[in-house]
């Protein structure tokens, strides 16, 4: 992910130059997304996360957000404008309702899925992880499609234990949030599916 700049931005800086879904800040540092958009792949995984997850989650007060969809980590008791660190999951659920609001949510979701793909993976895998760390996101998915793999990180006692690496076969359950998974057979199909009615 490209830098912007060598200055120290915050909350209230976003606001006025971010205007493109992709625009993140980690410690100050604000990284922008070059053209070109998310691939097709990315988009279809991301949207049938969301599906799988919104149907497990009716009924429930948990709930789920796809990017673009501003997530505040404050350190300590930043004032919103004065915070420095503002990221886009590609999904996320968040179970604490009190923390969202009308520019989307401050403080640290409950679960995370990242999709990787070329031009962001380094980014995603190292600044950005980091910051989830940081900010106590209990669990974060990596998500591989060229390898068809899952790389799940789970927090424990403020820092992620080494990772699990998992194969995008079966049921994946959520830790973080109990009752909760992704049937990756199911995604696959669906993924297919809606390849076959393009073609």
Aim: net charge negative; glycine share 6%; charged share 25%.
């Amino acid at each position: 992910m490209p830098i912007r700049d060598t200055q120290h931005h915050t909350y209230a800086d976003y606001l006025v130059w971010s205007a493109d879904h992709g625009d993140e800040l980690i410690d100050g540092v604000a990284y922008v997304r070059d053209p070109p958009a998310p691939s097709r792949l990315h988009q279809e995984i991301v949207l049938e996360l969301g599906y799988q997850l919104t149907n497990a989650l009716k009924g429930r007060k948990e709930r789920v957000y796809v990017a673009p969809f501003d997530v505040r980590l404050p350190k300590h008791s930043d004032a919103d404008d004065q915070i420095d660190t503002v990221v886009q999951p590609d999904v996320l659920i968040v179970c604490d309702l009190r923390k969202l609001d009308d520019r989307g949510m401050c403080g640290a979701p409950d679960w995370i899925a990242e999709v990787l793909s070329p031009a962001t993976g380094r980014y995603d895998q190292g600044a950005k992880l980091s910051a989830y760390e940081r900010a106590g996101v209990p669990e974060v998915w990596l998500i591989q499609p060229t390898d068809r793999t899952l790389t799940v990180y789970r927090l424990v006692a403020g820092r992620y234990t080494r990772p699990t690496i998992l194969e995008l076969t079966g049921r994946t359950d959520i830790t973080a949030v109990p009752g909760v998974g992704i049937d990756w057979d199911c995604a696959l199909v669906n993924l297919r599916a809606m390849s076959s009615r393009e073609a």
